[in-house]
């Protein structure tokens, strides 16, 4: 039988994660996107940024592991988002990226999930939406 | 330079096949900060019924990148890399990615807009495993600035 029972604005997961630039360095590698303002201060303040930005997709990827937990990854079907804000990441320290899962719509087959990512405060994506399997 | 104006519609040819390494899938976990078993630990994926670990959902995206290169590539296209920020992003599973698939990806721009001077080009890639089935969708929205 189906037992898993999930109501619209129930709360599923939640995380906290804190990325400093040996974060930036490791996505770097393990994706192959090596471009320069993920690592290279001067090369990010020339383009008119304030500074080293983390990877769009880091913190994408960064943003669904709370959904991944809490439901498995291969459950999974779908995932959006829109890149609202960018996320400076200071040469000592870190940022810390907090993160809330709720249950947005339940169908009959799959749930979408609709992830708010914050640092400082502010929302760093739009629309964040994860559709997973139901069983 | 702009974006070509009739870059909507234009199709890119197959990349080559790109093979899911066990570790490569374990490293890129690591990176985006997962702790599911099935991406780390080999048995837990098999006991779940995959031939091998699964890829986190973002992984799509070393996969769709080589697409994205042909676009940046091709000078006709007038789509400055210096000059993109990345917008959106979406992928569409069939199935999740497991380390021992040969993925190839086929990429077709699917919209062009422009919005107060820049354009927003929006890019779909198609990746299927060695037997031709499809595994997942990457649809990506590029940002390219004005020259204002």
Do not use: C
């Amino acid at each position: 039988m189906s037992g898993e029972q999930l109501t619209v604005g129930e709360v599923v997961a939640t995380g906290a994660v804190d990325v400093d630039r040996d974060d930036l360095v490791r996505y770097a590698g393990a994706s192959g996107d090596f471009n320069p303002i993920h690592y290279r201060d001067d090369v990010a303040t020339s383009v008119g940024l304030p500074g080293v930005l983390a990877h769009g997709m880091l913190t994408m990827g960064l943003a669904v592991q709370p959904v991944v937990e809490r439901f498995g990854g291969d459950r999974i079907r779908d995932y959006q988002v829109r890149f609202t804000r960018p996320v400076p990441v200071p040469p000592e320290g870190s940022v810390r990226l907090e993160l809330e899962a709720k249950v947005g719509l339940v169908e009959a087959d799959e749930a979408r999930i609709d992830v708010v990512a914050k640092v400082g405060g502010q929302t760093v994506l739009g629309r964040a939406q994860v559709r997973v399997a139901l069983r | 330079m702009s974006v070509a104006v009739d870059l909507k519609g234009r199709s890119y040819p197959d990349t080559a096949p790109y093979l899911v390494g066990r570790e490569k899938v374990r490293e890129f976990a690591r990176a985006v900060g997962s702790s599911d078993p099935l991406s780390l630990d080999p048995s837990a994926a098999v006991a779940a019924g995959y031939p091998d670990v699964v890829a986190p959902p973002t992984f799509a995206v070393v996969v769709q990148d080589l697409t994205l290169a042909q676009l940046l590539a091709d000078e006709s296209a007038g789509v400055d890399f210096s000059r993109v920020v990345h917008g959106d992003q979406r992928f569409s599973f069939s199935r999740p990615i497991v380390a021992g698939d040969l993925l190839t990806a086929a990429m077709t721009v699917t919209e062009v807009k422009t919005l107060g001077g820049n354009a927003m080009v929006t890019a779909e890639s198609v990746m299927r495993d060695g037997d031709g089935a499809h595994v997942v969708t990457a649809t990506s929205t590029l940002v390219v600035r004005g020259d204002a």
